[in-house]
């Protein structure tokens, strides 16, 4: 008894509560609807009278409320100028916001903002290599590229599989169907723990004998006794076990990471499928570096004495850091060590070469200073950290304004009142300023990825374009140098935002009590 009269109430309080929020234009049709749902006494057929009366009614307070925002421009000279403005504001508002997200370059920016708001730093090359494309995506590439015999396809797919032994096989296949993209194995042993490592750098060397990154990375595989191969040697005795084959790889003439065509083979199958700065950023995490900690050390060893064998180990070393230097397409890692190594090189020789090689020598010193001082841009640094915040500021903003455009218009549909219409106008003139003001701060960032999406072969970017997009990730490191979290920051802004509101709202009644109180 007590449940059927429970709904029966609720049935009741539903139909009016709609009657008296909407007001629909329905004149005696509110008072039969409630006349007839007193007749009902079944709970619930009471209820369903009720929630179809609730939709007549909504239907007829929306459809009243569009006729009206629908009137012809002469019908609006009648309404407050505040009313039109707010009107014309929002229409505008929406229109621009609609036109400017068809550029691509904003649709990119806001794409950028919020995948790195989202995810955080562990977008980019910090750690460990993520998935970045599914298994079950990869696998249907593997099959497309399988019927199509495409080599290439087949290589990429086999560097993005976390799966080793798939990745081994789909590598195995790849390089069956073309030889050139054998490198693809050093991506591959370059993995932690990937299985079958010495097989995979035994290939290499066969494939490309001269190049001493291959025998590098064979010189990381081997352990001191007793150590691991994440320990850092500090100092050299002579009697390390992976020095003869440090050895070897120096006195090789060429120097390739392969990090130019595992560049070039990523971008292209990235902008191929639509991807962005980041899929690109994250995918190029896989490619691995080899410890170069020791051979700077080793460097340093090899450089003791003054003797013509010091002489032709600096030689080398120079040839091998000046290559280095060049090896830029991913990291600029290997060009720092590179710089640096050259730079030992350089300096042994200006004190026991030639002549003619001492002269050379000096020059060539103070022209890496000054290179290595050219390339460390810190001013560029912050602005470009400045332009990212902004972007994703005003990503933020704009969302704001959209839910406060929503919450203005249901506003007005439903109540009279002059703090809606200022509101419309308000979050509308937001949500313009955001988007121009985002697309402007993104330009930097949107020409860059331009000049990494060209294919002109003779213009080969460098990483740190890719590189710049980190700036995305300032807040995040922000907020982890205070030992905190980047939601701790939103919450205070959003705190600071509510409690700015309640304090205008409170000035602009204010004006209003003392008015009373005086009369």
Known sequence: MIRTASIL???????????????????????????????????????????????????????????????????CKKEGLMMRNAKATAIAAILVTFLVFTFTSFHQAMH??????????????????QDKVSTSELDQLRKNAEQQ?????????SINDPRSEVAQATADRAVSLDAQWTWVYYVLAGRTNFPNQKMLIA??????????????????????????????ETTLTGSEAWLPAEARALSLPKYD????????????????????PFRLYRELAAHPFARLDRLHLYSGFALQGSTAETARQARQLISLGEQMSDDNAISQVAPFFGGNIAQMGYKKLAAIGT?????????????????????????LDDTLAANAVVVQLCLMTILASTLLMAVSFLGILFHRGKSMHALLWGSSTLMVASCIVGYVSYMPFAQMWKELASQNIYIQPSSSLLFAFNSFFTAHHFAQGNHT?????????????????????????LPMHRVVAQA
């Not at 950028?112 to 290599?129: C, D, Q, R, T």
């Open 9 to 75: 109430h609720l049935s009741e309080w539903l139909l009016r509560l709609a009657i008296r929020v909407i007001s629909p234009q329905l004149p005696g049709w509110d008072q039969a609807m409630l006349a007839e749902l007193q007749v009902v006494q079944k709970p619930l057929e009471a209820f369903s009278w009720s929630l179809g009366c609730v939709w007549v009614v909504v239907q007829e307070g929306i459809s009243r409320k569009f006729a009206e925002f629908s009137r012809p421009l002469t019908q």
């Open 112 to 129: 950028v903002a919020a995948e790195s708001l989202i995810e955080g730093p562990e977008l980019g090359m910090h750690g460990e290599s």
């Open 149 to 157: 015999q495409d080599a290439k396809l087949l290589a990429y797919v």
């Open 203 to 232: 290939k290499l060397q066969q494939w490309d004998p001269q190049n001493s990154a291959n025998y590098f990375l064979e010189a990381d595989q081997i352990t001191n006794p007793g150590a691991t191969i994440s320990t850092w």
């Open 257 to 276: 990471s392969y990090s130019r065509q595992h560049f070039n083979l990523e971008r292209e199958i990235v902008l191929k499928s639509g991807g962005g």
């Open 355 to 379: 002549p003619e090689e001492r002269v050379f020598a000096a020059a060539r010193i103070e022209q890496l200073h000054i290179q290595a001082v050219s390339n460390a841009y810190p001013w």
């Open 485 to 509: 979290s980047l939601a701790v920051y939103g919450w205070n802004a959003l705190i600071f935002v509510l409690v700015a509101m309640l304090l205008v709202l409170t000035a602009r009644k």
